[in-house]
Every structure is written in C-alpha cells, then in structure tokens.
C-alpha cells in the first residue's frame, strides 16, 4: 500500500504563488498515476490535475489551465503542483492521490490512495 504525504499549503494572497508536494512511500502501482485534487465548501470535488508517470503526460482542468503546472522527481517519488497567479477561488483543501495506470483525473474513484489534504487559502 503507498502512503502520500502532501505537503506545502498555506494562506497567501491573490496572484500570488504556492508549490504543493506530494511524498510517496511504500508499495506503489506499476507506472502510478498521480493527481492533485481539491474541495472547496459547498462545491464538488475536482480532479485539478493529473501525471503519468508511464509517458509524463499531463492533465489540467480548465479552472487551472495555464496557472498551475504538475510535475514529477521520480526519484524522490514526488509529485508537485506549482500555483501561480492565485485566485480567492483556488481556496480549498488540496488532496494528492494515486491510482493505476489509466488512472483518470475525471474520476476520483480511480484513484486508491490519498494523502490527508493541505489547506489552501487565498485571500482577496
């Protein structure tokens, strides 16, 4: 079983920046997927964006597209999720997650492993 480990929220102010981490350890699947999703207080939850690590291909969300960028240190077995240009919106508690190859950011069921969330708050 992998165990995640997220890392790096915070409060900060709109247009500014955050980088989110997210650790891995234990047993993982064979060319993992991972994603970065959030939940924000009475609005679903949101598959955000998502990695391969089979072939590095990404995933954005039209809410983040062109503002955030994932990326992957495989041999830290770390995923990051660097946020610029911050929105109050953006707020929200930011949960990583991992699933098997094929693994999609549209369904959070794919995914069977899930750190404990970071919080974070931008204000106006």
């Known amino acids: 079983e992998v165990q995640l480990v997220e890392s790096g929220g915070g409060l900060v102010q709109a247009g500014g920046s955050l980088t989110l981490s997210c650790a891995a350890s234990?047993?993982?699947?064979?060319?993992?997927?991972t994603g970065w999703f959030r939940q924000a207080p009475g609005k679903e939850h949101e598959g955000i964006s998502c990695?391969?690590?089979?072939?590095?291909?990404?995933y954005y969300a039209d809410s983040v597209k062109g503002r955030f960028t994932i990326s992957s240190e495989n041999a830290k077995n770390t995923v990051y999720l660097q946020m610029n240009s911050l929105k109050p919106e953006d707020t929200a508690i930011y949960y990583c997650?991992?699933?098997?190859?094929?693994?999609?950011?549209?369904?959070?069921?794919?995914?069977?492993?899930w750190g404990q969330g970071t919080q974070v708050t931008v204000s106006s």
């Open positions: 997650a991992q699933g098997p190859a094929g693994s999609s950011c549209h369904y959070g069921s794919d995914f069977h492993s």
């Open positions: 990695i391969s690590s089979r072939d590095g291909s990404t």
């Open positions: 234990g047993i993982t699947f064979d060319d993992p997927v």
